[in-house]
C-alpha cells in the first residue's frame, strides 16, 4: 500500500498561481501511474491530469490543458501539480491518487489509493 498526503492548497485571487504536492509513502512510488482529481461542493469527482510511473506521459482533462502541469520526483516519493492562470471555476478539493496498474486513465475507480485532499479557492 501507499500512503498519500497532499498540501499547498490556499486561497488565490483569479490568475495567480498555486503549486500542490502530494508526498508518498509505504510501498514504492515510482511502481505507481500516479493522478490529480478534483472535486467542487455538489459536484461530482472530475479528473485533472495523470502521469505515468516514470513521468514520461502525462494526460490532462481540456479544462486544465495548458495551464497545469503534472510532475513527479520518484526520488523525493513527491507527486506535484503546477496550477497557473488559475481561475474561479478550479475552485475545488484536490486529490492525489495511486494506481496500481500502469493503464490507469482518467477514471476514479481506476485508482487505488487516494489522500485526504486539499482546497483550492480562487476568488474572482
Known amino acids: 500500500q501507499v500512503q498519500l498526503v497532499e498540501s499547498g492548497g490556499g486561497l488565490v485571487q483569479a490568475g495567480g498561481s498555486l503549486r500542490l504536492s502530494c508526498a508518498a509513502s509505504g510501498r514504492t512510488f515510482s511502481t505507481y501511474a500516479m493522478g490529480w482529481f478534483r472535486q467542487a461542493p455538489g459536484k461530482e469527482r472530475e479528473f485533472v491530469a495523470r502521469?505515468?510511473?516514470?513521468?514520461?506521459?502525462?494526460y490532462y482533462a481540456d479544462s486544465v490543458k495548458g495551464r497545469f502541469t503534472i510532475s513527479r520526483d520518484n526520488a523525493k516519493n513527491v507527486l506535484s501539480l503546477q496550477m497557473n492562470s488559475l481561475k474561479p471555476e478550479d475552485t475545488a478539493v484536490y486529490y492525489c491518487?495511486?494506481?496500481?496498474?500502469?493503464?490507469?486513465?482518467?477514471?476514479?475507480?481506476?485508482?487505488?489509493?487516494w489522500g485526504q485532499g486539499t482546497q483550492v479557492t480562487v476568488s474572482s
Open positions: 491518487a495511486a494506481a496500481d496498474l500502469e493503464r490507469a486513465g482518467s477514471r476514479a475507480y481506476e485508482y487505488d489509493y
Open positions: 502521469i505515468s510511473w516514470n513521468g514520461r506521459s502525462t
